[in-house]
């Protein structure tokens, strides 16, 4: 059972910059996805970047809103996502969720940053950026 535990987030002026961690457990496969989602009050959750892991190549995606803005990065051998968010705007602020799904045919699907791609979640750490 994939297990995923967030944290690093917070409140920070616009302009500034946070570094959230996803930490995973239960991932068993050699090949598999996991990605950022952010949920802000009021609106449905949103894919922000994703990441697959197979053959040694890592693709990203990124939604256009964050593209330029924020990085995601994972070590492969800590099991451990990363999203380095730089520039923050109060438009960022959100509940920011990690998402793992271990199908090996998620190379197919992480690039739509749909949710519903993703099967396992975590409860998420709040971002809040002040104006």
């Known amino acids: 059972q994939v297990q995923l535990v967030e944290s690093g987030g917070g409140s920070v002026q616009a302009g500034g910059s946070l570094r959230l961690s996803c930490a995973a457990s239960?991932?068993?496969?050699?090949?598999?996805?996991m990605g950022w989602f952010r949920q802000a009050l009021g609106k449905e959750r949103e894919g922000v970047a994703t990441?697959?892991?197979?053959?040694?190549?890592?693709?990203?995606a990124y939604a256009e809103s964050v593209e330029g803005r924020f990085t995601i990065t994972q070590d492969n051998v800590k099991k451990t996502l990363y999203l380095q968010m730089d520039n923050l705007k109060p438009e960022d602020t959100a509940m920011y969720y990690c998402?793992?799904?271990?199908?090996?045919?998620?190379?197919?699907?992480?690039?739509?940053?749909?949710?519903?791609?993703?099967?396992?979640w975590g409860q998420g750490t709040q971002v809040t950026v002040s104006s």
């Open positions: 998402a793992a799904e271990t199908w090996a045919g998620c190379e197919t699907t992480f690039r739509t940053l749909r949710v519903r791609a993703f099967g396992a």
């Open positions: 239960g991932i068993t496969a050699s090949r598999y996805c």
């Open positions: 990441i697959y892991t197979g053959s040694g190549i890592t693709p990203t």
